[in-house]
């Protein structure tokens, strides 16, 4: 359109705008479309490709929840995500798999009438009862079951009409006024009539003692429904009749009314009427045009409506469900192309796109239309004026009054992008690549562009403001597509951008409540607290991606518009993360289920959402517009009922019966669970656990399915619940206790065999190395026993008797030499120490040979020692013993006797002392041996030194103490005498006392 037709038609349209925009009652209505079903209700169709069946005759709901069909092909129940065709009801098999009609009852159960044969059967907890035709029950096909306001049940079949009594069935016929035709249904209305529809006419009766009597009209009528004012009406082939008991005066010929094949009243006294091929529904009370609906080429055969109000239509292809939606969509002649929409003075809204028309519309449809004009961005003023744009200029309406503002030269043929109300006057207009202008006074101003290039990397084409808003304080508020918002105020812009927590990528809108500013972009929400934006994080990772709408209700709700459709925050949950950064919001999802059609625009026009004076929301997608009460949304009260179906190992399945006992060495199952509730089974959410193997809860989603491996044999009890679309979970859980018995390896017998053997194999093993250590140290000993008397044998035989040879040839030169001469002096010393060396000699070789009668005893021992020595030697000696005296072990007593001997013969021969001690000390974790003595102490270098020259006492006393683990120190003090103390770990030195099953296994090996 060029601007100067563009310019004809605006002022042309200025008279009808003052007469239209402003004066027109608000309810004042175009023309509307027929109005289709689809705006009201989600309609969802299964069929052959989905596993569907077909040639659907009848549907019930039990009082457990499952739905139940009866098809051309058999008996089915549909949980709302998986039919599955059924031969046996609680156990019990079916008569036939040929079904016809279906009854429910309210207190549980459900009655099956089948067409090939006839007959009934009824299954109720875990018991089923069968009546065949014949006795009792009219034979051919079961048509119509029913129970009258009396409890009796009623069936009709193709030979006639009976009633069920006591546990049997009374054909009701002739007798009662009946003809003998097919009885096709049964009906009671509001005052307890029955109405019976057999071929060749309709027949009542007030009460069971009353006679039948044909009803008018007459003639072969069938098919009866009862509307909620209590019309009844009943059909021939295609036309509807209202049907009374008797003729009316006069005999007025009966007229058909409607056209259709069959009729029902929902609960809320809505008309359904069926159409070869589809439906139309006619609202209760009014007089509007019916609602038509294709059925996809389908004959409609039967009508329910289920206890959460979904309604179901099987058809000759399948199973139809149409749940009435949360998300309502305008019904409109116009198909609108990214529709701009801004709120409507007093309700509503304005709605125009780039090929239509300004049109006001309200819940029911389109109010009036208006201008005809493309429009690329709508915005209604602080004042209540309303602005428009698009690609040519810019225009205002406000009362009476319309102005319009050409585009600049260089922003001509570049959409309006966004508008917003400019402080002190004025408006500002972002317009695609040419930029951000301030129009006011009727002049265009251009704003210098945002140092974005530099800071961002944004090409100069893309420097124009996306979205924008008022601040608080009249700054202006602008969005850009790299990641960036700019605030504009004096003259002065502050960017933020990721340094300032902004992670938005395109910035689609920017929204303010009150002095809050919210941001939507393409990856997320996020609010500014007055330095930086803080990013909105939901539960389970949700991010609010492509937000391009934001509101905050009066009640504090934040609702997001964006690609994964509509969402709802809680105010208290916008608290929450508001006083605490990170905090995963709860959110409420509205989208395709819900009767949302398309998403929330990314690019223009924005914003997609808006809230209007009416308290409604108001959403824009591609090409339609959805709008939703925030105070009056639908909510499915009925708790869904859950159980579990199947354990499956491998490709086997088991039913949950009770006690189910599982095959040996089973570790690895699934198991199957379901919730029956029909409206939204996608929405349904599960948690279950196994006690025994879940320590809480488990969270799968929407899955119906548990997985468990590696199980070990016992008795488990699984447990399953459901909540609903609505978040309503069902606190009556479904159970199923079951048991993995052990193979005979996994039996604690075989355990028990498994540990004695094992014990025995050890004992033997101990004892094997026990008598083979045994063995070896018997060999030590003996080998040590011999080295020792081989050597004392040598000593004796060879050095000793040398020594005493020696000795004797010595005496005899002494007996030569002068009794007074210095040599026999001399001489009888070298024979005085001789005999000391010799005595020595001899106490060596005891010490090799000698078995100490008290060698377990280690004071007895030294005390023995010290006696000798104090014989041999003019000292005074000591023994002293502290704590409780606890055996040592043979090495031991062994090292520890040498030190303390090596340091009393020192102490006795070098120190020369007059007093000598001996300390021995048993700790519970330790031993010590410390001997002291008054004498001369040791001479310094020595003590450095570690060791004597030529002599090797000090070294084996260390060497000793190294074998044991155990500390030797010597301490001198000069003229105080010397002290010489062993430290030996209890470990190292004490004797333990072995157990019994030691003690026994000892015995044994020796």
């Not at 990214?338 to 409507?344: G, M, R, S, V």
């Not at 399945?653 to 939204?680: C, E």
């Amino acid at each position: 359109m060029t601007t100067a037709r563009a310019s004809l038609l605006l002022h042309a349209a200025v008279a009808a705008l003052s007469g239209l925009l402003w004066c027109t009652p608000p309810m004042a209505l175009a023309q509307q479309p027929s109005p289709r079903l689809l705006e009201q209700f989600t309609h969802t169709a299964w069929g052959a490709l989905d596993n569907a069946p077909v040639d659907i005759l009848n549907v019930a709901q039990t009082s457990d929840g499952w739905l139940w069909l009866a098809a051309g092909t058999g008996l089915y129940r549909f949980d709302g995500k998986r039919y599955e065709r059924v031969d046996n009801v609680e156990g019990h098999p079916l008569l036939s798999s040929s079904v016809r009609t279906l009854y429910a009852p309210p207190e549980g159960g459900l009655w099956v009438g089948y067409r090939v044969g006839g007959g009934i059967s009824h299954f109720q907890r875990g018991q089923a009862r069968h009546f065949a035709a014949g006795q009792g029950l009219p034979g051919g096909a079961i048509t119509s079951i029913a129970r009258g306001p009396d409890g009796v049940l009623w069936v009709a079949a193709r030979d006639g009409l009976a009633r069920l009594d006591g546990d049997h069935f009374v054909t009701v016929g002739a007798a009662q006024g009946l003809p003998a035709r097919r009885a096709r249904q049964v009906l009671f209305d509001h005052a307890g009539r029955q109405w019976v529809a057999m071929q060749g006419g309709i027949y009542s009766r007030a009460d069971s003692s009353a006679a039948f009597r044909q009803a008018w009209p007459h003639g072969d009528l069938s098919a009866m429904a009862l509307a909620p004012d209590g019309t009844l009406w009943a059909s021939d082939v295609d036309s509807y009749y209202r049907v009374l008991p008797a003729a009316p005066s006069g005999e007025a010929a009966a007229g058909a009314v409607l056209q259709g094949a069959n009729m029902y009243f929902d609960r809320d006294g809505n008309q359904w009427l069926f159409h070869a091929g589809g439906l139309e529904r006619r609202n209760a009370g009014s007089s509007d045009a019916p609602q038509q609906q294709d059925l996809n080429g389908g004959m409609p055969q039967s009508f329910f409506q289920d206890r959460e109000g979904n309604v179901w239509i099987g058809t000759s292809a399948g199973l139809n469900r149409f749940r009435r939606n949360r998300l309502l969509t305008l019904p409109l002649q116009t198909i609108f192309n990214h529709p701009a929409i801004a709120p409507l003075t007093g309700g509503g809204i304005w709605a125009g796109d780039r090929i239509g028309a300004l049109h006001a519309l309200g819940p029911e449809g389109e109010r009036r239309n208006v201008l005809s004009a493309r429009i690329s961005a709508l915005y209604r003023d602080p004042d209540g004026v309303l602005w428009a744009g698009n690609d040519e200029e810019v225009w205002s309406v406000d009362g009476g009054r319309m102005e319009r503002y050409p585009l600049p030269p260089e922003a001509s043929s570049y959409e309006v992008q966004a508008l917003c109300r400019a402080e002190g006057g004025g408006l500002w207009v972002s317009v695609v690549r040419a930029g951000l202008y301030l129009l006011k006074d009727g002049r265009w101003r251009r704003q210098p562009a945002p140092p974005l290039a530099t800071a961002a990397g944004v090409a100069d084409l893309d420097l124009f403001p996306t979205t924008l808003t008022a601040g608080a304080d009249g700054a202006l508020w602008a969005g850009y597509v790299r990641n960036t918002i700019a605030r504009m105020a004096g003259g002065k812009t502050v960017l933020y951008g990721a340094e300032q927590g902004l992670e938005l990528g395109q910035v689609l809108t920017l929204y303010r409540h009150g002095t809050q500013l919210w941001a939507g972009g393409e990856r997320g929400v996020a609010w500014f607290d007055g330095q930086r934006f803080n990013t909105l994080h939901g539960q389970r990772g949700e991010a609010f991606r492509g937000v391009s709408g934001i509101v905050r209700t009066p009640q504090g709700d934040l609702w997001l518009f964006g690609t994964e459709g509509l969402s709802r925050i809680g105010a208290e949950q916008v608290t929450l993360a508001m006083r605490t950064p990170g905090h995963e919001v709860d959110y409420e999802r509205f989208d395709a289920h819900d009767g949302l059609l398309g998403a929330a625009s990314q690019l223009r026009p924005m914003p997609s959402l808006l809230l209007g004076d009416d308290g409604l929301l108001w959403m824009a997608t591609a090409n339609r517009i959805n709008w939703i009460n925030p105070a009056h949304i639908a909510r499915n009260p009925v708790t869904p009922p859950v159980m579990v179906q199947d354990v499956v190992i491998g490709e086997q399945r088991y039913s949950p019966l009770p006690g189910l006992q599982l095959p040996q060495s089973t570790s690895n199952l699934r198991i199957d669970y379901t919730a029956l509730s029909l409206s939204v089974p996608e929405r349904v959410r599960f948690r279950y656990r196994l006690d025994g193997v879940d320590d809480d809860w488990q969270d799968p989603g929407a899955r119906r399915q548990a997985f468990y491996t590696n199980l070990d044999p016992g008795q488990y009890r699984f447990r399953v619940m459901a909540a609903n679309e609505d978040g309503v979970w069902n606190p009556q859980e479904a159970q199923l206790a079951f048991s993995i018995p052990p193979t005979f390896a996994e039996t604690i017998w075989f355990k028990l065999v498994c540990f004695i053997g094992v014990a025995a194999t050890l004992a033997l093993m101990y004892r094997l190395r026990l008598r083979h250590v045994t063995q070896q140290l018997r060999t030590r000993l003996e080998d040590r026993a011999d080295e020792r008397e081989r050597i004392a044998r040598t000593l004796h035989d060879t050095f000793l008797q040398s020594v005493q040879g020696l000795m004797l040839r010595v005496q005899t030169l002494l007996k030569r030499l002068p009794p007074d001469g210095d040599a026999y002096q001399l001489v009888e010393k070298i024979l005085n120490q001789a005999d000391q060396v010799l005595a020595e000699g001899r106490n060596q070789v005891s010490g090799l040979r000698g078995v100490q009668p008290h060698h377990d005893d280690l004071p007895h021992m030294f005390s023995e020692l010290g006696q000798q020595l104090r014989e041999e030697h003019a000292a005074d000696f000591a023994l002293i013993v502290t704590g409780q005296q606890t055996s040592l072990n043979e090495e031991g007593r062994e090292h520890l006797y040498h030190i303390g001997r090596e340091a009393l013969l020192n102490a006795f021969r070098h120190a020369g002392a007059s007093r000598i001690e001996l300390e021995l000390g048993y700790a519970t974790d330790h031993f010590t041996l410390q001997v002291r003595d008054d004498g001369r102490g040791i001479d310094e270098q020595v003590l450095a030194a570690g060791e004597r020259p030529g002599h090797w006492g000090l070294i084996g006393m260390r060497e000793r103490a190294v074998k044991i683990d155990a500390a030797l120190d010597l301490w001198c003090r000069p003229g105080m005498g010397t002290v010489a103390q062993v430290t030996a770990p209890g470990s190292a030195v004490y004797q333990r006392k072995p157990g019994t099953l030691r003690r026994w296994l000892m015995r044994e090996a020796a």
